[in-house]
């Protein structure tokens, strides 16, 4: 181009100026505008990957919209700025074709950019936008043959018309489902005509997703806490009626009544101490620990319940303090998790090992850069059916519901296992064989001065301490 | 396309082609949307689906008249000729797809009042695949693919097989509860319908091989409909 050539020897400085200068002022605002919107959504889809669910499509909405706040602000300052030094730059520099600039900025998004012409030909489109909705064949064709959407056909007349920028959500069901939202931007000759325009697609399929699960999620603790709850109405319901004067009744009533509250506060307090280590769970904790008195802490706490089953708790320590790098309280939580579960789903009467060593257990290779500690949990009961244990770790995963209820299970022990360890930056290791019993095995972070050496002064190695 | 001497000629096959595609897109969005209103219990989706049919209906006439324009005017030969023909041809099937999309839309409001009955999902299923062969067999269209159009043809088959199952099924279901005969005609009307759809964008596909290639597509049609003789046995049905 003849601008650049010229300018050149001035530095890039006065470069960017006067190809800015030779954009016309609305032309430059949708160009930053765009840039503010596309700014907006790659940082909400960076976001929306981190964080859970639900808040995440409200904060893409804020930040859509902060991105084009930005975008106009930029635009509004560079103009600014330009005002001072234009009388210069616009005598020295000669239009340039804003067409032109648009089909080398596309090239430089990753979302799919097509550029249509005034008559809604195909111009260009970028690298992304010819993988998935145009290809090379129908450059020159009219948009509304080959992306025909009726509602974003209707959108790039409505630009091109009037110059008004649009956004339209569509779905495509075939060949998959997948969800965009269209971005129609018109681009303005230097009289503020709309001579082309820019479609920017969006994906949005995984958002959308996101946005399915946590209704599912809602309808899954609905569910659970509006259990007890109707059955907690209906015994006050008697209680206040023909139960009035049978203190027999009364009394069986109330226990199961008690029951039914225990359960309820035992899902509530799943799902706060759930919430409260997915806020937490971007920091890693600091703590060293001794892996030993937690183990010790929880089999005490377990032996009322060991009792009622029959079953014995054995541990299998390691001579030598364990130490991880963990939070107690968390960890204390994993142990019990691990333990209970064991207890409910180990054999009446059976015997549920608890074995706790530096490096990791023989059997399983984990790849590590520094120390490592593990507790392994093990039983000899009913075991899991190879098919469940992908999704154990999903919240309200159950094998088998009605042993789970019974047993006083809420269907989110083994979510707060997971988030606890992946906080921890640790692993969660479960392998189970149908009526031969489970083992999970949790790899945690050792300090740095641990793992090497022993008591004795001898050297132990990371990977495996013999038993 | 080659250039032509008069410049408004080309222009004006080009215009005809946007405007049956336009109409191809509508037809498609009728389609998904029939389908969501069935699968989901929509009552306002399939209204409003019902109340858009009529935009279908107008663009079958403006293409209509524009060919009908064209080969009075410019008396094409050749591909020229073929690409006014297919568009005429096309749009009808075009125009008989949006109906049968009505026509679902209408059954699906009729359906919502009555209990949901678990086959829908087979349905739906069936739905998406006929969304399919329309996709394709328009975008052979506009990319002058006959390979593609082939393809599709070929593929209306597998739809065929899915009505052929679906019928079995629905018939079976109607004797094991006779409850359900008034939502499982419906439903029967439906899978008929989207069969039908298949067979319109089979009719397409080989107008578009004829448009761009000039020969009929010479293999034997794949015809896999085979309910005109299926019949399920009573006491078969009901003793499963």
């Keep these: 181009m003849e601008t650049s050539e010229k300018k050149a020897e001035h530095g890039s400085g006065s470069k960017t100026r006067s190809f800015l200068a030779g954009l016309n002022a609305q032309h430059r605002r949708d160009l930053f505008v765009l840039t503010g919107i596309s700014a907006g959504l790659v940082l909400a889809t960076g976001l929306s990957g981190a964080m859970e669910a639900g808040l995440s499509i409200l904060f893409a909405g804020v930040i859509i919209f902060a991105g084009l706040g930005v975008g106009r602000l930029a635009a509004i300052r560079t103009e600014q700025a330009l005002e001072e030094s234009e009388p210069e730059a616009e005598a020295a520099a000669p239009m340039v074709d804003p067409v032109e600039n648009a089909r080398t900025i596309i090239d430089a998004f990753p979302d799919a950019v097509v550029l249509l012409d005034r008559d809604k030909r195909i111009l260009d489109a970028n690298a992304a936008a010819r993988d998935e909705f145009v290809s090379d064949a129908v450059t020159g064709k009219v948009i509304g043959t080959v992306f025909r959407r009726p509602p974003i056909v209707e959108a790039i007349d409505d630009a091109m018309a009037h110059g008004n920028l649009r956004e339209v959500e569509f779905t495509d069901h075939v060949p998959v ?19 082309a325009c820019v479609l920017m697609l969006r994906d949005l399929t995984a958002i959308k997703r996101s946005e399915r699960m946590r209704a599912d999620f809602v309808a899954n603790a609905s569910h659970e806490l509006r259990t007890p709850l109707s059955s907690l109405a209906g015994f006050i319901e008697t209680l206040k009626g023909h139960a009035r004067d049978d203190p027999e009744a009364q009394d069986r009533f109330l226990q199961i009544m008690h029951e039914q509250a225990g359960r309820m506060r035992r899902l509530i307090d799943d799902l706060l101490s759930l919430s409260r280590i997915e806020l937490n769970e971007h920091v890693a904790p600091s703590d060293t620990i001794d892996l030993a008195s937690v183990v010790s802490d929880v089999v005490d706490a377990a032996a009322p319940l060991a009792e009622t089953t029959g079953a014995k708790i054995e541990v299998e320590t390691f001579d030598g303090s364990v130490h991880a790098v963990g939070d107690r309280d968390e960890l204390i939580q994993v142990v019990q998790n691990l333990v209970d579960n064991a207890l409910k789903y180990g054999a009446t009467g059976g015997c549920v090992e608890i074995e706790i060593g530096r490096g990791s257990p023989a059997g399983i290779h984990h790849q590590t850069e520094g120390p490592t500690s593990f507790v392994v949990v093990r039983d000899h009961g009913v075991g899991i059916a190879r098919e469940h244990i992908p999704r154990l770790t999903e919240r309200f995963y159950r094998i088998d519901v009605k042993h789970s209820r019974e047993s006083g299970g809420t269907g989110l ?7 606890i360890v992946s906080r921890h930056r640790g692993r969660l290791h479960i392998k189970s064989e149908e009526n031969e019993g489970s083992c999970f095995t949790v790899i945690l972070p050792a300090p740095a001065d641990q793992g090497l050496e022993d008591e004795t002064g001898k050297v132990i190695p990371f990977e495996r301490v013999a038993n | 396309m080659t250039e032509h001497t008069v410049k408004a000629y080309g222009h004006e096959l080009e215009e005809l082609s946007t405007k049956l595609m336009q109409m191809g897109g509508l037809a498609e969005a009728q389609l998904a949307a029939a389908i969501e209103a069935l699968s989901k219990r929509d009552n306002a989706l399939a209204e409003r689906t019902v109340a858009a049919d009529a935009q279908i209906d107008d663009f079958e006439h403006e293409v209509e008249d524009q060919a009908v324009r064209l080969l009075a005017l410019r008396q094409p030969l050749g591909s020229d000729l073929r690409e006014v023909l297919a568009a005429i041809k096309i749009c009808s099937d075009i125009e008989r797809i949006g109906d049968l999309a009505k026509n679902l839309s209408k059954r699906a409001l009729v359906l919502n009042r009555e209990r949901p009955v678990p086959l829908t999902q087979g349905l739906s299923r069936m739905g998406l695949f006929g969304l399919r062969l329309l996709k394709d067999v328009l975008d052979a269209y506009i990319r002058k693919d006959a390979a593609l159009a082939l393809a599709v043809w070929r593929s209306d088959e597998e739809l065929d097989e899915l009505y052929n199952s679906l019928f079995r099924e629905l018939l079976t279901y109607m004797m094991e509860d006779p409850r359900t005969i008034g939502s499982c005609t419906h439903l029967l009307f439906i899978a008929k319908n989207l069969e039908r759809i298949g067979d319109h964008a089979t009719n397409i596909a080989e107008t578009v091989h004829f448009m761009v ?25 009901t003793n499963q």
């Design chain 1, 177 to 195: 489902e997948r969800s965009h939202m269209a971005i129609v931007c018109p681009i303005h000759d230097h009289q503020e005509n709309p001579i």
């Design chain 1, 413 to 419: 022990g083994l979510a707060i296992v997971k988030h």
């Design chain 2, 213 to 237: 290639d000039g020969t009929y597509i010479s293999d034997q049609r794949p015809k896999g409909d085979v309910t005109s003789e299926t019949k399920v046995d009573y006491t078969l049905a």
